[in-house]
């Protein structure tokens, strides 16, 4: 039998806290809008809040990271220490999500091996990345976590289960499981609902992964790709230092996620738009047209206070399409200045173009059953090529884990 790689662990979960509060989304949503974070800011004020144990990328410029980190700390040392934590002994949590849209979604919380991961282009290991991992990224990253005593997960990992075998089955028995938690998330998210699965249910769980085990790739990382990707390098920088037996059970080894089924109809792949900030929109038009403008292809949407209109790319694939696209921006910023921003509503796109300087280009969303046969096949998308849901919809910090 192959090593298992999604298993129960030990799950924090705070009590005697407003969850509505505790509850923010992941740290990488709305980096180009600082006064969505400023609101929730305002709405935590001083409740107990995974707010104070995140760093958003909104604030990015403008916190030192080290200082920040150090801050951070802290405030996990501090809510370890105060006891607001209960402990879910080696459990997963079943997760129903109501996203801002009425979608249903179904998950399950649970742990992940690290050693049973990579996210490197061409590597065969049975858990991988869904797309290029930009290693710039990650020593912010890495800075948050190298010495956190707490883990908080926002990534969403995918499976290929067809036949509904892993997540589903505990859907029509949730009423029998100890309920942890059901409430309104802040800002529009839609609800969300949890409840502890542990003993015989989890080893059927286990029993169901292990079936999807004889395929190649088992788990691909939907969301939350770099905050994944630095977890491994802290636990490779840190595996150094012990013995294999010390290797074999630490807690630093896995990771913390929320595992679905890529079938399951709560899950949406949405485009990731991008936005080109600070540049002579009619020059960088002109040139894209120039570089890729074709006649037959993927037609895009571009927004400038100059105008609106489309322009036709080659679209081998979307992969192809997107890592050409990218590879254009990049380049075009590098040499004339302006920097790239990754935006998830076309709402913001438009707004962000509504402004002198700035151009938005809107992209097309994937068939969510192409992601599995794209990864084996061609490897990894570029950065940054989809996003499984609206940014509103992405996975909330909530539920807890000792890394130390």
Known sequence: MNKRVFVPGDILLPENVDYSRWSVIACDQ?????????????????????????????YLSSVSMSEASVQRNKVMEDYLNSDLFKTLKDSFVYVERKTSEGLARRGLVGLIDLDSYEYVRGNKAPIRA?????????????????????????????????????????????????????????????????????????????????????????????????????AKECWNQMKSGLTAEEMENHPARYALAELNNVYDSGICFEAIHRAALGVDTDKMLEALKNELGCEEGCELTYFSTKGNGTITIPFPSLGGMIGQLQAFMDKYTEENGGEIEYIHD???????????????????AMDKSDLFNTVIT?????????????????RYYLECRKIK
């Not at 974070?37 to 144990?53: C, H, I, K």
């Not at 990534?155 to 009423?175: G, R």
């Not at 076309?346 to 097309?364: F, I």
């Open 346 to 364: 076309e709402s913001a796109v438009r707004e962000l173009a509504s402004k002198d300087g700035n151009l938005g280009l809107l992209l097309p």
């Open 378 to 394: 061609d490897g990894v998308f570029p950065k940054k090529s989809f996003s499984i849901g609206h940014a509103r919809d992405k």
């Open 130 to 230: 869904s797309e290029n991992t930009v290693v710039l990224r990650l020593p912010p990253r890495i800075e948050v976590r190298k010495n956190a005593a707490l883990e908080l997960p926002h990534a969403m990992m995918l499976i290929d289960d067809a036949n509904e075998t892993v997540i589903e089955p505990l859907t029509t028995i949730k009423n029998e499981l100890p309920k942890l938690y059901d409430f309104e998330l802040m800002e529009g998210g839609g609800s969300i609902a949890g409840w502890q699965v542990t003993g015989n249910l989890a080893e059927q769980v286990m029993n169901a992964m292990d079936e999807l085990a004889r395929r190649e790739v088992q788990i691909v990382i939907g969301d939350g790709n770099h905050s994944l990707a630095a």
């Open 30 to 58: 709305f980096s180009a809008q600082p006064d969505y974070w400023d609101r929730v800011t305002e709405f935590v004020d001083e409740s107990p809040s995974t707010l104070n144990m995140i760093v958003p990328e909104a």
